[in-house]
């Protein structure tokens, strides 16, 4: 019988590929060297990559032509193909927005009633319109969008935004917040048992490496008499270790901070008398 395998479709260049494929070396999963750039297998997982344009990969997984795939939830929700999302990946991250020339005089989305949008999100944009009711003409076109106000092909745009320098540099700013989108991992709507188990088991791996990239291991060095104020500081997953020092009066303390929590906790800490603070980046975090 041929062993089971698992099917992904990653962007094959572009944006989301260099994270798409990072994150399955960070799960230990090691692909072949180049043979075939389309197409390719994990030489220590029951897994096959299939590199497409990110556009045609929820139809794939909708088809099961692959049963799983890596993509951004603009994508997912403009192609609105029925796959399931599993997982948010962390990376990618970027807005679905409307922005409009700078010196336009924008209060509320009526201004957009009766102009011209250009977009590559008909799909969203008219959801948006219609939950707004707005009546605005779209115009659909594949690529360059934010320069279509400038040559008076449109009054407005709808794309996606991260920095905001796109917008920048062609005279626009942003007026709303369609969509957050980041990238994600979805999945075809019947997979099999068999193939169930690997991707429980790929998704295991993808949660250890998200959750090690949010929290730093910590180590430092606190006189006895502020133990406990500093352990307090530090909420840690359970409790921090602690061991003595070769000087008498002092402690190390080994724990684990969020990175939300991060400087404040280092401020306090300095605060209350630690030293020799060290910050360790973890590789894998399983609880
Ligand atoms: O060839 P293929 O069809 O696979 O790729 P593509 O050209 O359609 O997509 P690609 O590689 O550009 O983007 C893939 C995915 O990356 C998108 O679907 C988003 O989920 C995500 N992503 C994150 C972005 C951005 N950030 C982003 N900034 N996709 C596009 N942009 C573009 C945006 O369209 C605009 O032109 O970058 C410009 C704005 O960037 P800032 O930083 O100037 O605001
Ligand atoms: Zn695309």
Same mark, same amino acid.
Request: hydrophobic share 40%; net charge negative; charged share 25%.
């Given at each position: 019988?041929?062993?089971?395998?698992?099917?992904?479709?990653?962007?094959?260049?572009?944006r989301?590929?260099?994270?798409?494929?990072?994150?399955?070396?960070?799960? =230990?999963?090691?692909?072949?060297?180049?043979?075939?750039?389309?197409?390719?297998?994990? #030489?220590?997982?029951?897994?096959?990559?299939? $590199?497409?344009?990110?556009?045609?990969?929820?139809?794939?997984?909708?088809? =099961?032509?692959?049963?799983?795939?890596?993509?951004g939830e603009n994508i997912?929700y403009e192609?609105?193909?029925?796959?399931?999302?599993?997982?948010?990946?962390? $990376?990618g991250k970027c807005r679905l927005s409307v922005a409009v020339p700078r010196?336009e005089?924008y209060k509320s989305v009526?201004f957009l009633?009766?102009k011209?949008i250009a977009t590559s999100y008909p799909f969203l944009l008219k959801n948006f319109l219609?939950e707004n009711?707005v009546?605005a003409?779209i115009h659909e076109i594949?690529g360059s969008v934010e320069i279509t106000t400038?040559?008076?092909?449109a009054d407005a745009i709808c794309d996606l935004v991260s920095s905001g320098s796109t917008l920048f540099s062609n005279g626009l700013k942003e007026t709303e917040v369609i969509l957050n989108s980041e990238? #994600?991992?979805?999945?075809?709507?019947?997979?099999?048992?068999?193939?169930?188990?690997?991707?429980?088991?790929?998704?295991?791996?993808?949660?250890?490496?998200?959750?090690?990239?949010?929290?730093?291991?910590?180590?430092?060095?606190?006189?006895?008499?502020?133990?406990?104020?500093?352990?307090?500081?530090?909420?840690?997953?359970?409790?921090?270790?602690?061991?003595?020092?070769?000087?008498?009066?002092?402690?190390?303390?080994?724990?684990?901070?969020?990175?939300?929590?991060?400087?404040?906790?280092?401020?306090?800490?300095?605060?209350?008398?630690?030293?020799?603070?060290?910050?360790?980046?973890?590789?894998?975090?399983?609880?």
């Amino acid at each position: 019988m041929m062993e089971t395998r698992l099917k992904i479709a990653l962007q094959k260049s572009g944006r989301l590929y260099d994270d798409s494929v990072s994150i399955l070396k960070e799960c =230990g999963i090691e692909l072949q060297n180049g043979v075939n750039k389309l197409l390719n297998e994990a #030489v220590n997982f029951p897994l096959q990559i299939l $590199f497409l344009r990110d556009d045609d990969i929820p139809q794939y997984v909708q088809d =099961g032509v692959a049963d799983i795939g890596i993509i951004g939830e603009n994508i997912v929700y403009e192609t609105n193909k029925d796959v399931q999302i599993i997982d948010k990946l962390g $990376f990618g991250k970027c807005r679905l927005s409307v922005a409009v020339p700078r010196n336009e005089n924008y209060k509320s989305v009526d201004f957009l009633k009766h102009k011209k949008i250009a977009t590559s999100y008909p799909f969203l944009l008219k959801n948006f319109l219609n939950e707004n009711q707005v009546d605005a003409e779209i115009h659909e076109i594949s690529g360059s969008v934010e320069i279509t106000t400038g040559v008076g092909l449109a009054d407005a745009i709808c794309d996606l935004v991260s920095s905001g320098s796109t917008l920048f540099s062609n005279g626009l700013k942003e007026t709303e917040v369609i969509l957050n989108s980041e990238a #994600v991992l979805i999945s075809n709507q019947t997979i099999s048992i068999e193939k169930k188990l690997l991707l429980d088991k790929l998704l295991f791996r993808i949660q250890a490496v998200k959750k090690s990239k949010k929290h730093k291991y910590i180590l430092l060095n606190v006189p006895d008499s502020n133990l406990e104020t500093v352990c307090n500081i530090i909420p840690g997953m359970k409790s921090p270790t602690i061991l003595p020092l070769g000087v008498e009066g002092w402690s190390s303390l080994h724990s684990v901070v969020h990175e939300d929590d991060f400087w404040n906790v280092i401020e306090s800490l300095k605060a209350n008398g630690a030293e020799g603070i060290l910050i360790i980046p973890i590789e894998k975090m399983i609880l």
